[in-house]
């Protein structure tokens, strides 16, 4: 395949697959440049064999990880969205990561309007305030919060909810925000 070119450079990289006598494989990327001076003359030609071996077999590793991090996620988000239950998820600043259809139908919005906004900005100062100081012991204590809610419905009669949220971890073993369902 042709690599980049230098003025007064033609390059080439070739990468081959060699195996010694022992059986043992290796990965050889092959760099070939000519030399030319600046009146196109081939000067010289320059030939470097790298063993690539490691890089290939990193870059493969790399990319199965990559397709079973989206397949984790399309089945978390899957998951996520066939719960009936509002379902929702904050980083430690309070801001939404993520959230279900039904905890976006809640506030008569679709997820993609949730993401990225506090609970200030789709409940009164009053709630947003007792929200975000239950949030926060959660943050700070990691302790999981349950209790019942109620919402006034549009043909004025009550709706009771159970709200769980806890907190989620990451991978350092430190608190990464919470998670609640209703």
């Not at 490691?54 to 719960?83: D, G, H, M, Y």
């Amino acid at each position: 395949r042709l690599g980049r070119k230098n003025e007064g450079e033609e390059k080439r990289e070739y990468q081959i697959n060699v195996r010694t006598s022992t059986g043992k494989k290796f990965q050889i990327l092959w760099t070939i440049s000519h030399i030319k001076d600046d009146k196109n003359h081939l000067m010289s030609i320059l030939v470097i064999g790298q063993d690539v071996t490691l890089r290939v077999q990193e870059e493969q590793e790399r990319k199965r990880s990559e397709a079973k991090l989206r397949s984790n996620f399309f089945f978390l988000n899957t998951l996520i969205n066939t719960i009936p239950s509002p379902v929702y998820y904050k980083d430690t600043d309070g801001k939404y990561l993520g959230c279900n259809a039904e905890y976006a139908a809640f506030y008569g919005l679709n997820p993609d309007q949730i993401i990225g906004r506090y609970t200030s900005e789709l409940v009164s100062s009053e709630i947003s305030k007792e929200i975000e100081a239950e949030d926060n012991l959660i943050f700070k204590t990691g302790q999981k919060i349950v209790k019942e809610i109620h919402s006034k419905q549009e043909n004025s009669h009550n709706k009771y909810y159970i709200i769980n949220k806890t907190a989620f971890i990451k991978p350092d073993q430190s608190i990464g925000g919470l998670v609640g369902v209703m």
